[in-house]
């Protein structure tokens, strides 16, 4: 293993988180505040509870869940995307690094930059409503492995992508969507049931139904399927990311 | 003292791209450990396309390519550990400092930190003032020069030059030559492609020619120089002459400028160029002269009628 390299490829992208703090951290910070504003206090105050626990304290996770999952996204598919548009990207082709070591350092520093943003957002929201965690370290583990996932999936839409439109088309027209569909804002048992069906296909209603037990205790479906869910669409990504360094698919000519 | 093994060996390399064309046909190549390659060729021929090659940012086809006798595939991290890429194209990032991305790139390739040698490379290529500087702050050269910088900050055995001094001015261009002289000096093999040929000329020990995927041609610059190198004797007559006569017949003159002046054509590797007796033959024919010149035919010559031929 090329320790070095993979830190070096970490620490070159967390660098640029920090330079870029106020679009990656403060912009999701007062976006979700607002979804607290508009959803949980002009929403909240019609539908009082969900399933025993209040509206603003029911849509906590979900919120983080949307975060996860687009950050993750957009950090991890930009991070690779940029080297292969201005060209750097010849350095990391041309190094002594294993393409392990390089979707390491690429999609650990996407992952690690969303799980710190899913930390703030839980703790921005402890400000607006009471947060209790029953099983932190459950909470933590889907935390992690969503923020990992979603960054293999980006840095894939990073490496798939040859212009800004295709970066963006996935995360907009397909994941965010999903997200919303997915129990973000609502329990899937409040949709009638033919609805209720449909949704059941969507995968990120695994991921925030078990994201969301781990506070309540409370799910719409079990958590071992959502967890199955979540290491089963981890492993879909890790064979891809296999795939393409394997055959050199949009790197190498 | 016994030969030693090439440090770059390609063999039968050919290049496919998905568009089906051929950039490579059956390359067979040695570079020899600590000299100066130049690869001469005009634009895609498959320089940048061979030196991508071997670098590992394109897959090769068929052959083989081994790097300090490890396989490019096989081992290809003890092959790229030893090599330098400095691209053609200007890749840099635009927002790291100079000393942040040249750090990254001796991280990258999996060295431990050593500030006295980024030091070392930045004062060398007279970046040094410019360490805190974002990229994106500097001019063209520059930018280049950091290129530069990040191939060896990681202390390779071989660098790859393609095209380097395209875009930098003369100044400049003499300075990265004289880093390229200290590296070669230190036991550093380097390949460069140039467009100036007088560059290959005046650095190069051996020269390579590749023209349509094919390498035409490899050899020593000065064997290259003399195996190919003519010289043309011009004399400038006293009067004009409206033929020469036939005594003179087996130099192969020129009668030129209006017959005010004669070309001769000799070859240096000769052991008699002939010069001697053509004078003596001219002066008895009644043909006097009142200035003379020789030129050599220049690496771009050869070059040119090389790439030329069918």
Same mark, same amino acid.
């Given at each position: 293993?090329?320790?070095?390299?993979?830190?070096? #490829?970490?620490?070159?992208?967390?660098?640029r988180?920090w330079?870029?703090?106020?679009?990656? #951290?403060v912009?999701?910070?007062?976006?979700?505040?607002?979804y607290?504003?508009?959803?949980?206090?002009a929403?909240?105050?019609?539908?009082t509870?969900?399933?025993?626990?209040?509206?603003?304290?029911?849509?906590?996770?979900?919120l983080?869940?949307?975060?996860?999952?687009t950050q993750s996204i957009?950090?991890?598919s930009?991070?690779i *995307?940029?080297?292969k548009f201005?060209?750097?990207?010849?350095?990391?082709?041309s190094?002594?690094?294993s *393409?392990? /070591?390089?979707?390491?350092?690429?999609?650990?520093?996407?992952?690690?930059?969303s799980?710190?943003?899913g930390?703030?957002i839980?703790?921005?929201?402890?400000?607006?409503?009471?947060?209790h965690?029953?099983?932190?370290?459950?909470?933590?583990?889907f935390?992690?492995?969503?923020?990992?996932?979603f960054? &293999?999936f980006?840095?894939? #839409?990073?490496?798939?992508?040859d !212009?800004?439109?295709k970066?963006?088309?996935?995360?907009?027209?397909?994941?965010?969507?999903l997200t =919303?569909?997915?129990?973000?804002f609502?329990?899937?048992?409040?949709?009638?049931?033919?609805?209720?069906?449909?949704?059941?296909?969507?995968?990120?209603? *695994?991921?925030?139904s078990?994201?969301?037990?781990?506070? *309540?205790?409370?799910?719409?479906?079990g958590v071992?399927?959502?967890?199955?869910?979540?290491? !089963?669409?981890l492993?879909?990504?890790?064979?891809l990311?296999?795939?393409?360094?394997?055959t050199?698919?949009?790197l190498k000519n | 003292?016994?030969?030693q093994?090439?440090i770059?060996?390609?063999? %039968?390399?050919?290049?496919?791209?998905?568009?089906?064309?051929k950039?490579?046909?059956?390359?067979?190549?040695?570079?020899?450990?600590?000299?100066? =390659?130049a690869?001469l060729g005009p634009?895609?021929?498959g320089?940048?396309?061979?030196?991508?090659?071997?670098?590992?940012?394109?897959?090769l086809?068929?052959?083989?390519v081994?790097?300090?006798?490890?396989d490019?595939?096989?081992?290809?991290?003890?092959?790229?550990?030893l090599?330098? &890429?400095?691209?053609q /194209?200007?890749?840099?990032?635009?927002f790291?400092?100079v000393?942040a991305?040249v750090? =990254?790139?001796?991280? $990258?390739? !999996?060295?431990?930190?050593?500030?006295?040698h980024?030091?070392k490379?930045?004062?060398? +290529?007279?970046?040094?003032?410019?360490?805190?500087?974002?990229?994106i702050?500097?001019s063209?050269?520059?930018k280049?020069?950091?290129?530069?910088?990040?191939a060896?900050?990681?202390?390779?055995?071989?660098l790859?030059?393609d095209?380097p001094?395209a875009?930098?001015?003369v100044? $400049?261009r003499?300075?990265?030559w004289d880093?390229v002289?200290?590296?070669?000096?230190?036991?550093?093999t380097?390949? +460069?492609?140039?467009?100036y040929?007088? /560059?290959a000329e005046?650095?190069?020990?051996r020269i390579g020619?590749? %023209?349509?995927?094919?390498?035409? +041609?490899?050899?020593?610059k000065?064997?290259?120089?003399?195996k190919l190198?003519?010289?043309?004797?011009?004399?400038? +007559?006293?009067?004009?002459?409206d033929?020469?006569p036939?005594?003179?017949?087996?130099?192969?003159l020129e009668?030129t400028d209006?017959?005010?002046?004669?070309i001769?054509?000799?070859d240096t590797?000769?052991?008699?160029?002939?010069?001697?007796?053509?004078l003596s033959?001219?002066?008895?024919?009644?043909i006097?002269?009142?200035?003379?010149?020789t030129?050599?035919?220049?690496l771009?010559?050869?070059?040119v009628?090389?790439?030329r031929?069918?």
């Open positions: 293993m090329n320790y070095r390299a993979i830190r070096a #490829i970490y620490l070159f992208e967390m660098a988180t330079r870029t703090l106020l679009q990656s #951290i912009s999701p910070v007062v976006s979700t505040s607002l607290f504003v508009v959803f949980g206090a929403i909240g105050s019609r539908i509870e969900v399933e025993g626990v209040s509206y603003g304290t029911f849509i906590v996770p979900g983080v869940m949307l975060s996860v999952l957009a950090n991890a930009f991070g *995307y940029f080297p201005v060209g750097t990207i010849y350095e990391i082709l190094a002594p690094v *393409y392990i /070591e390089i979707v390491i350092g690429y999609v650990g520093a996407a992952a690690t930059k799980i710190i943003l930390v703030i839980m703790a921005t929201a402890a400000l607006f409503v009471p947060l965690i029953h099983h932190p370290w459950w909470m933590l583990t935390l992690v492995l969503t923020a990992v996932t960054s &293999l980006g840095f894939i #839409i990073g490496i798939w992508a !212009g800004f439109e970066l963006q088309m996935i995360p907009m027209l397909v994941v965010t969507p =919303f569909l997915g129990g973000s609502y329990s899937v048992n409040m949709l009638p049931s033919g609805w209720r069906t449909v949704t059941l296909l969507n995968p990120v209603v *695994y991921l925030i078990g994201f969301r037990w781990s506070f *309540y205790e409370i799910a719409d479906v071992g399927l959502s967890l199955g869910m979540t290491l !089963g669409f492993a879909i990504c890790m064979v990311v296999w795939w393409i360094f394997r050199g698919y949009r | 003292m016994l030969a093994p090439p770059i060996s390609v063999s %039968n390399l050919s290049k496919t791209y998905g568009s089906g064309f950039a490579l046909k059956g390359i067979n190549l040695d570079i020899k450990r600590g000299e100066i =390659f690869l634009n895609g021929a320089k940048t396309t061979l030196i991508s090659i071997i670098c590992g940012i394109a897959n086809s068929e052959g083989s081994t790097v300090g006798g490890h490019i595939n096989k081992d290809y991290r003890a092959a790229r550990s090599i330098g &890429l400095v691209p /194209e200007l890749h840099t990032d635009s790291e400092t000393w991305t750090s =990254f790139s001796r991280g $990258l390739f !999996g060295k431990p930190k050593n500030p006295a980024i030091e490379v930045l004062k060398d +290529l007279s970046l040094w003032d410019k360490k805190d500087s974002k990229i702050t500097l063209g050269g520059m280049r020069r950091v290129m530069i910088a990040k060896l900050s990681h202390e390779p055995q071989i790859f030059l095209e001094t875009g930098v001015d100044e $400049l003499k300075g990265m880093v002289r200290g590296l070669q000096a230190a036991g550093v380097i390949i +460069l492609t140039t467009h040929i007088q /560059e005046e650095m190069a020990d020619v590749i %023209n349509k995927g094919e390498i035409i +041609l490899v050899e020593d000065a064997g290259l120089m003399q190198g003519k010289k043309h004797l011009k004399l400038y +007559l006293q009067g004009k002459v033929a020469l036939a005594s003179l017949a087996a130099y192969n009668l209006g017959g005010r002046a004669v001769y054509d000799y590797k000769g052991e008699r160029t002939g010069i001697t007796s053509l033959d001219l002066r008895n024919a009644g006097h002269i009142s200035d003379l010149d030129t050599q035919s220049s771009e010559d050869i070059f009628s090389l790439v031929a069918p």
